[in-house]
């Protein structure tokens, strides 16, 4: 939500400035397009377009965010509500931070921007009534601001296609509805537990449990006060709802969205392939393709070479003792 409104937010501020955001201009055939009336006219519909979808929306989430802290009022006791107030809270603040300097970077830029094309707007007036488009060298280098940035690079022997080089832009931290995180679930649920209900967290020790499993004698049990065992069934009952939603809702949206679906197929089969390495780059964003083999002997001749360096640093200084 909080995202959400600071996104309108920017968008209006770019209204109120009179410039368009990024994700809304669009490339055309004619280069002499980007400069007229029209083009404009149609980046203006576009970002009252996407006001109006983002008010929307908010809308809707508003709805589902009442409910469901309406239910969490329900099943849980009110100190527990404190604390997810406060770490909701946390969390909203920090976004608003980073949103802040973002949309404010991201402006500043556009406005930028804007200025320099109202100045090549006149230029290519001027050069459109004196009929001479073939030697400007301006337009060239909007050429090149204009080419699709390239994140995926492919090092490796093996050839990509393009539904595996358009996945891969998405990233590598691309959301994709996939599975749910049971595990990650169960330990945020634990630290509320632990948070709220001030029972320590001990460490276990799981040997025992791995040596004898049907011995309980010889587990490590907690003994609940009447209070923290009835927040624990609650608790329990809290997740397993949670758990069985989102199985539902992830089920309805695999089904509606096949093209999820076949990104999944691709990526597991890019995974499964032994020969590739797919990691970040060392600066920027994107993805790097490598030949797994390479990649572990460049790795081994710069831990040979680092152990080596190590080596003659002990001889040297040996000998600088003596």
Request: proline share 2%.
């Amino acid at each position: 939500m909080v995202r959400l409104s600071y996104d309108l937010e920017f968008l209006n501020e770019c209204r109120r400035n009179n410039v368009i955001p990024i994700f809304l201009q669009f490339n055309v055939a004619n280069q002499m397009l980007l400069y007229s009336n029209a083009y404009k006219k149609c980046q203006q519909i576009l970002l009252k377009e996407e006001i109006s979808l983002k008010k929307n929306k908010i809308k809707y989430l508003s709805k589902l965010k009442e409910n469901a802290y309406n239910e969490l009022v329900n099943n849980f006791p009110p100190n527990v509500i404190t604390i997810i107030n406060e770490i909701i809270s946390a969390l909203q603040i920090r976004e608003q931070r980073t949103k802040y300097f973002t949309h404010h970077k991201k402006l500043n830029g556009l406005i930028l921007k804007r200025n320099n094309q109202q100045q090549q707007r006149q230029y290519y007036r001027y050069t459109f009534f004196n009929t001479n488009f073939s030697n400007d060298t301006s337009n060239t280098t909007d050429n090149n601001n204009n080419k699709k940035e390239k994140l995926v690079w492919n090092l490796s022997s093996r050839k990509l296609n393009k539904e595996e080089i358009n996945i891969l832009e998405k990233g590598l931290t691309y959301n994709r509805a996939s599975k749910l995180n049971h595990s990650q679930v169960i330990s945020n649920v634990e630290y509320l537990f632990h948070r709220s209900s001030g029972v320590q967290k001990q460490a276990i020790d799981y040997k025992k449990w791995d040596e004898e499993p049907d011995n309980i004698l010889k587990k490590e049990l907690r003994i609940l006060e009447p209070k923290q065992l009835s927040f624990a069934t609650d608790l329990k009952n809290a997740t397993q709802k949670f758990f069985h939603q989102a199985n539902t809702s992830l089920k309805i949206r695999r089904n509606k969205n096949l093209n999820e679906k076949n990104e999944e197929n691709v990526l597991s089969k890019l995974s499964k392939d032994s020969s590739i390495l797919i990691t970040k780059p060392d600066k920027g964003r994107g993805v790097v393709v490598l030949d797994r083999n390479e990649y572990i002997s460049k790795l081994e001749t710069i831990l040979s070479d680092t152990q080596a360096d190590s080596e003659t640093n002990k001889t040297v200084f040996k000998h600088s003792n003596m």
